[in-house]
C-alpha cells in the first residue's frame, strides 16, 4: 500500500510540472454584457470554454469613476458625485446595452466580491475605460487611493480641474 501511494505521488508531480510551467492559455475573452451595475462595473456571460459561460461581474481595470450607492461625505451628502456617477453610467448605457458582445482583455481576479478585473474593448475597438477618462466620468487609477471625488468635483465646480 505503502508503495503504490508513493509511487502516486510521484507520477502526479512528474505531470504537474509541465503543466504549472504552460504559459496562460489566453487572458482575452469574449463577452455579452448581460446589464450594468455602475460606470465601471458591468455584468457579462464570458466565453470560458468552447461552448460554455459564465456570468461574471467585470470591473474595468485601471479607472476610478464616482459612486452611485455610497458617495463620499461630501458638503453636499455626496448629491454631487452620485449624480456624476448617474451620468457616467448612463453615458455606458449609450455606447453598450444589453447582448452587446465585447472583447475582455487582461482579465484577472479582483480584490472584492468575487469580481474580475479587464480592459473592455467595444466592437468597434474602442477602450470603454479609456472613453471614459476622456469624458471626464473616470479618472486613472493604479489601485491604491482611491479619487476624492469630493475634492475634485469642488476644484471642477471652481474652475481649477487639475
Known sequence: MRKSIQIGVVAGLAVAAPIAALPALTTQYVAVLERIIDADTQVYQVGIWPGLTQEIAIRIDGIDTPEKRRPANCSDGGAAEKALAEEATEYV??????????????????????????????????????????EGYAVAYDGGTKTDWCQLLERKKRGRAD
Open 93 to 134: 448605457s449609450d455606447l453598450i446595452q444589453p447582448g452587446a458582445q465585447v472583447l475582455l482583455l487582461d482579465v484577472s481576479l479582483g480584490k472584492f466580491a468575487g469580481r474580475a478585473l479587464a480592459q473592455i474593448r467595444l466592437v468597434d475597438g474602442r477602450d470603454l475605460g479609456a472613453l471614459l477618462i476622456d
